[in-house]
C-alpha cells in the first residue's frame, strides 16, 4: 500500500538547499579521515608523485604494519602495540569505576537528599568546568604519596577522580526524571538503599549509561595531558605514543606510517560511535543534559 500523498516528503527548493548544505560539511568533515585512510594505503614512491586527493593505485597494509609493531617512538623502535595496550588496560577500569560511582551519587543525590546535598553537588559540578592544568601539580603529589605515580594504575585513579563530576551530573539529572513514587513504593515493599538501586534505578538506567560509557570512554581514551604527565616510561597511553611516533626524526619521513598510526590510535572511538553513535543520541534526549 502506498503512502498517502500527504504523508510523502517533497523535494522542495528548500528542502534540496538543506540536503545540499549538510552533503557540504559531511565532505568537509570527511575529507581529513580519506586523506588519513587513503595516504596509509600507499606507498612512499606513490605518496611523492601523487596527489593528496588521489586513491591508492596498489593499496597495502603495510605501513599499519609498520607502525603496528616496527616503528620508533623515540629510541624504542617497538610501535604502537605496547602504547595500545597501555591504553586499554586503562580505559576499561577507569570508565567502569567512574561510571559506576557517578551513578551511586547521582542516585543519592536525587532520591536520598541530605542536609547539604544541593552544596555537594554544586562543588561536584564546579569540578564539570575546572581545567585540567589546575590540579597537575597536587595530583602529582597525591600520586606520590600512594606509590603509584607513573603507573596505569595512578593514570586510571587520575582519570576516575576527573570523571566522577561529570558522570554525576549526567546520572543526577537523568536520575530526577524518575518518578519518586517508584523508591517509596518499594521502600514500602521492605527493599533497602542497594536492592532499590540494583533492581529498580539501574535497570531503566540503560540510556544514560550508554551515554556514560560513550563519553567517558571518549574522553579518556583521547587524553594527552593526563598521559604524559602522569605515566612513566612503561605505561604511557597511545596519544603519547602517537606524539613520539609523529616527532621522531629519521632519514625518510614516512607519511603512510604517521597516517596509519593515527588511525589505529582513532578506530576504537570511531568504532564506538559507529556502533553506539545512535543510543548516545537516544540516551541524551531521554534526559542526560536536562534537570
Not at 537523568?174 to 527493599?191: H, R
Request: hydrophobic share 55%; proline share 5%.
Amino acid at each position: 500500500m502506498s503512502a498517502p500523498a500527504s504523508l510523502t516528503p517533497r523535494l522542495t527548493l528548500g528542502r534540496l538547499a538543506l540536503l545540499s548544505v549538510l552533503l557540504l560539511f559531511a565532505v568537509f568533515f570527511l575529507t581529513p579521515l580519506y586523506v588519513m585512510v587513503a595516504t596509509s594505503l600507499k606507498g612512499m614512491d606513490e605518496i611523492r608523485t601523487g596527489t593528496l586527493l588521489s586513491l591508492p593505485l596498489s593499496p597495502s597494509l603495510a605501513a599499519w604494519a609498520t607502525a603496528w609493531s616496527s616503528a620508533c617512538t623515540g629510541t624504542d623502535c617497538g610501535g604502537l602495540k605496547p602504547f595500545f595496550m597501555n591504553s586499554v588496560l586503562m580505559v576499561l577500569p577507569a570508565v567502569a569505576i567512574s561510571t559506576l560511582l557517578g551513578s551511586l551519587n547521582g542516585y543519592v543525590l536525587s532520591k536520598w537528599k541530605f542536609p547539604g546535598s544541593e552544596f555537594l553537588f554544586a562543588l561536584l559540578l564546579f569540578g564539570v568546568f575546572m581545567p585540567m592544568q589546575v590540579v597537575l601539580l597536587p595530583m602529582s603529589q597525591v600520586l606520590g604519596w600512594l606509590g603509584i605515580a607513573s603507573s596505569v594504575w595512578g593514570l586510571i585513579f587520575v582519570h576516575v577522580l576527573a570523571g566522577i563530576p561529570s558522570t554525576t551530573l549526567f546520572f543526577r539529572n537523568y536520575y530526577v526524571g524518575l518518578p519518586d513514587e517508584l523508591i517509596k513504593a518499594a521502600m514500602l515493599d521492605g527493599a533497602n538503599f542497594w536492592q532499590i538501586f540494583w533492581r529498580i534505578v539501574l535497570p531503566l538506567s540503560t540510556p544514560i549509561l550508554v551515554v556514560t560509557l560513550i563519553w567517558q570512554f571518549t574522553n579518556i581514551w583521547n587524553d594527552f595531558l593526563y598521559g604524559v604527565v602522569f605515566s612513566g616510561a612503561d605505561s604511557k597511553p597511545i596519544t603519547v605514543g602517537l606524539n613520539n611516533l609523529a616527532n621522531t626524526s629519521s632519514s625518510v619521513k614516512e607519511y603512510n606510517v604517521d597516517m596509519a598510526a593515527a588511525m589505529i590510535a582513532a578506530l576504537p572511538t570511531l568504532f564506538v560511535y559507529v556502533v553506539a553513535g545512535k543510543y548516545f543520541v537516544r540516551g541524551l534526549t531521554a534526559g542526560a543534559v536536562k534537570g
